[in-house]
């Protein structure tokens, strides 16, 4: 592509960094802005990087907040008791987005996969056990996505809570909602088959 | 969706107000630019805001540029007695891509639209046919997209310049490389063949 403005060109380089976002694309926006107020684009450009410098995580929990807390952790009608452990902010987004629980969360980073180099110490493990010495957690979820990686870190944080009696469980897999059984893969046909509930709980729960 | 930071919020929708970008693409961009450096994100944002406040548009020919003059117009290896007749930016951009054009442009800033309320005073038609007027154009070159609106503005800026003695094209339209002539539509297959070329210069164009 061949800009006549060096200012246009690194703004169009700049939009092109983004994920998911190529040259082309990066130019609509550009010039979307540029069709903008200077003041809306100003408005913008503080927004964002107010949002990188200013932001924080949480020391309880690791999920991004304005504070040293965060909204979740300091809002006393939460049950600070039950935790759900997630991988990363995204999750803990996509399970406030239901508006189905009540509790808090601990962002572990990630999980631990030893293929990428990532083992339990670069996650919020530690901090998990030291929490959950330290409150009177009653129970732990975990929300982990369902791969060999989120069953290795299941697997490791239970043994490590072995000593501390708390109750601990996972969301359930299964035949998503809108799923076709003919379509579900062997593995999870096969866990929902195992899981199976008693249809007056499932009729409840609808 | 539930964000547990008003920063956060604030960037996301920030990011969702850009053309083509929904929230849940605004949130990946926003997490993505999290995960940098602040440097990074505060000269992300530079970029951005220094583009819209300095950007200036040529005192010629309207297209963008970072002086009075822009670097297409400033620039003696260019013919400068060629105009071609653009509608926007991005059509200076496609057509400077191609590099097969040596000449200079004229950015009208839109088409004439009746139905949108867009007539030849709030496009640069006065100030194409005054530089007409004072430079010795030898050629003008239309290279509008192929609609009603398009043509219409070819039409009136073509009676508006009948004094003058210069060269007046469009780009060809036609059968696109690579498109196939069942699915091309009526018109511009009767175009095509009206304006059919000796094959003897289409030879020596290739």
Do not use: W
Request: hydrophobic share 40%; net charge neutral.
């Amino acid at each position: 592509m061949q800009f006549s403005s060096a200012l246009l060109e690194n703004a169009v380089n700049e939009f092109a960094k983004l994920p998911g976002i190529g040259k082309k694309t990066a130019l609509r926006l550009v010039l979307h802005l540029l069709k903008q107020n200077t003041s809306e684009v100003a408005h913008f450009s503080q927004v964002i990087e107010r949002m990188r410098s200013e932001i924080k995580f949480c020391q309880r929990c690791f999920n991004v907040a304005d504070a040293d807390i965060c909204s979740i952790c300091s809002n006393s009608m939460r049950k600070q008791e039950i935790i759900c452990v997630v991988e990363n902010i995204r999750d803990v987004i996509a399970i406030e987005s239901t508006q189905q629980y009540n509790g808090t969360y601990h962002v572990l980073g990630g999980v631990i996969s030893p293929l990428d180099g990532i083992g339990p110490d670069q996650l919020n493990i530690e901090s998990l056990v030291s929490r959950i010495q330290k409150e009177k957690t009653e129970e732990l979820i975990f929300a982990l996505n369902p791969t060999i990686q989120g069953d290795t870190t299941i697997y490791y944080i239970q043994k490590k809570l072995q000593p501390c009696s708390l109750r601990i469980t996972t969301i359930a897999r299964g035949i998503a909602f809108g799923g076709e059984l003919e379509y579900a893969d062997e593995m999870t046909l096969a866990r929902s088959l195992q899981n199976r509930l008693p249809v007056e709980s499932y009729v409840a729960n609808k």
